[in-house]
């Protein structure tokens, strides 16, 4: 397993984007959100957008979720149907989570490289949230503290991918572990 993590606007989705195009075999766990789609985003691909009580339903019911927490207001969480049995077929999944979930992956004992993709400063960061045009004052402020916060943690990770090129960071990634 590949868990990619980072804060939020550090371009995990683009990185991720061009890894899978390179890398067709893998699979993108996609993660269940009880948030609103952002524009551009599709049921299924991008992420299960799901209302609290499914989410909990899931998180409760089956096998459950591998990882889940609240980020910015919102639940998040991989099903482990995304995860486990592409595993048990030989296969590379790829995860895109917060560090929370990162930490419940490594607790699972299920092997995985970890990376952490790290925006080039915190102003680039504040930057690329403002371009999005979907962020508020107030959710602006909190997803630039939390941001402070995730980045904190690199040290946890195998892996950092500083994202101030999008072109050489996507290389970077393909080459560390499919090369």
């Not at 067709?24 to 009880?34: E, G, I, K, N, Y």
Request: net charge negative.
């Amino acid at each position: 397993m590949l868990v990619v993590c980072g804060p939020s606007g550090v371009g995990k989705t683009t990185l991720l984007d061009s890894l899978l195009a390179a890398e067709p075999d893998l699979h993108f766990a996609v993660s269940w959100t009880t948030r609103p789609a952002r524009e551009g985003e599709v049921n299924g691909r991008d992420y299960h957008f799901v209302s609290p009580r499914q989410f909990a339903a899931e998180a409760a019911g089956g096998p459950g979720v591998l990882e889940s927490a609240e980020v910015h207001g919102h639940h998040y969480g991989t099903p482990r149907r995304e995860v486990v049995p592409y595993l048990l077929d030989g296969r590379v999944v790829v995860v895109d989570i917060d560090v929370q979930g990162a930490a419940q992956v490594r607790a699972s004992g299920l092997p995985a490289a970890f990376v952490m993709v790290l925006p080039p400063s915190l102003d680039e960061l504040e930057r690329r949230l403002r371009s999005r045009e979907s962020e508020t004052a107030e959710t602006l402020a909190r997803r630039l503290a939390a941001a402070e916060a995730e980045i904190a943690h690199w040290p946890e990770f195998d892996f950092v991918i500083v994202n101030d090129d999008r072109a050489r960071a996507a290389a970077d990634l393909q080459q560390r572990f499919f090369e």
